[in-house]
């Protein structure tokens, strides 16, 4: 397969006043091309901080990010979309508008609003696109930062827990609507979360990580076909993936 990103002995070390605090140490991993990772751990692991080392928001204390090659720097984060834990959206801006802001940064905006009517169909917001953010439910939100990471046509996105804060319902339909976006778009997903199940549901592989400091203690590559759905969650293959997670991590 392509090998698309490369992480080489990644760590970050950041120093207080009192103390010195690892987060992550000792990282190596490689992702194909369209490929769907998530990354799972306790809270505190530092999965966040290495979404945030990828994406080059932060800087390593020893190691490399490489993208098709080359080590990561600003020059290629138009090539990422960054989904995050809450959605942040303009309350300025209606919902289409906040999508198309990537695309008015970059200076792009020719054939934007049809991509975005696309991105806005797909994602099951169609009828809301000149709604304003408060009117929308925080499902629905998520669903338009999904599509505003999306519009400039990253060939990377990374998504730091997007559902931790939504209802259990909403988030399995969430869940779904993004492995069907995924696979329409052909897209390379790293996706971080604290659940064991929603790891499983989404991703080829699960990367785990132990408590701080964080370290890469097993990867679980997941036999179960796609698409993905309620039934498959019931499967006893589903179950063992999750059950050799849960060992992984002590639990």
């Given at each position: 397969?392509?090998?698309?990103?490369?992480?080489?002995?990644?760590?970050?070390?950041?120093?207080?006043?009192?103390?010195?605090?690892?987060?992550?140490?000792?990282?190596?991993?490689?992702?194909?091309?369209?490929?769907?990772?998530?990354?799972?751990?306790?809270?505190?692991?530092?999965?966040?901080?290495?979404?945030?080392?990828?994406?080059?928001?932060?800087?390593?204390?020893?190691?490399?990010?490489?993208?098709?090659?080359?080590?990561t720097n600003n020059n290629q984060l138009s090539n990422l979309g960054l989904v995050f834990q809450k959605p942040i959206?303009?309350?300025?801006?209606?919902?289409?508008?906040?999508?198309?802001?990537?695309?008015?940064?970059?200076?792009?905006?020719?054939?934007?609003?049809?991509?975005?009517?696309?991105?806005?169909?797909?994602?099951?917001?169609?009828?809301?696109?000149?709604?304003?953010?408060?009117?929308?439910?925080?499902?629905?939100?998520?669903?338009?930062?999904?599509?505003?990471?999306?519009?400039?046509?990253?060939?990377?996105?990374?998504?730091?827990?997007?559902?931790?804060?939504?209802?259990?319902?909403?988030?399995?339909?969430?869940?779904?609507?993004?492995?069907?976006?995924?696979?329409?778009?052909?897209?390379?997903?790293?996706?971080?979360?604290?659940?064991?199940?929603?790891?499983?549901?989404?991703?080829?592989?699960?990367?785990?990580?132990?408590?701080?400091?964080?370290?890469?203690?097993?990867?679980?590559?997941?036999n179960l076909p796609r698409p993905r759905n309620r039934k498959s969650i019931s499967a006893k293959e589903f179950q063992n993936h999750c059950s050799v997670i849960y060992e992984k991590?002590?639990?």
């Amino acid at each position: 397969m392509d090998n698309y990103l490369t992480i080489n002995n990644l760590a970050k070390t950041y120093q207080s006043e009192n103390e010195t605090i690892i987060a992550l140490e000792n990282i190596n991993f490689n992702v194909n091309r369209g490929e769907f990772i998530t990354i799972a751990g306790p809270s505190g692991c530092g999965k966040s901080t290495l979404l945030h080392l990828i994406a080059d928001l932060i800087k390593p204390s020893s190691g490399t990010v490489e993208i098709n090659n080359y080590e990561t720097n600003n020059n290629q984060l138009s090539n990422l979309g960054l989904v995050f834990q809450k959605p942040i959206l303009f309350p300025w801006y209606s919902v289409i508008d906040n999508i198309l802001f990537p695309l008015v940064l970059l200076g792009q905006k020719r054939g934007g609003r049809e991509r975005a009517m696309e991105l806005i169909e797909l994602s099951g917001i169609k009828g809301f696109e000149e709604k304003w953010p408060h009117e929308l439910s925080g499902g629905m939100q998520q669903r338009a930062s999904i599509c505003r990471a999306l519009i400039s046509n990253p060939s990377l996105l990374l998504m730091d827990e997007p559902f931790s804060s939504i209802d259990a319902l909403t988030r399995l339909k969430l869940i779904l609507d993004l492995q069907r976006i995924w696979e329409e778009k052909k897209i390379t997903i790293i996706f971080v979360t604290h659940n064991i199940e929603e790891a499983v549901t989404l991703g080829d592989r699960v990367l785990v990580l132990s408590a701080r400091p964080g370290s890469l203690v097993w990867e679980e590559k997941i036999n179960l076909p796609r698409p993905r759905n309620r039934k498959s969650i019931s499967a006893k293959e589903f179950q063992n993936h999750c059950s050799v997670i849960y060992e992984k991590l002590g639990l």
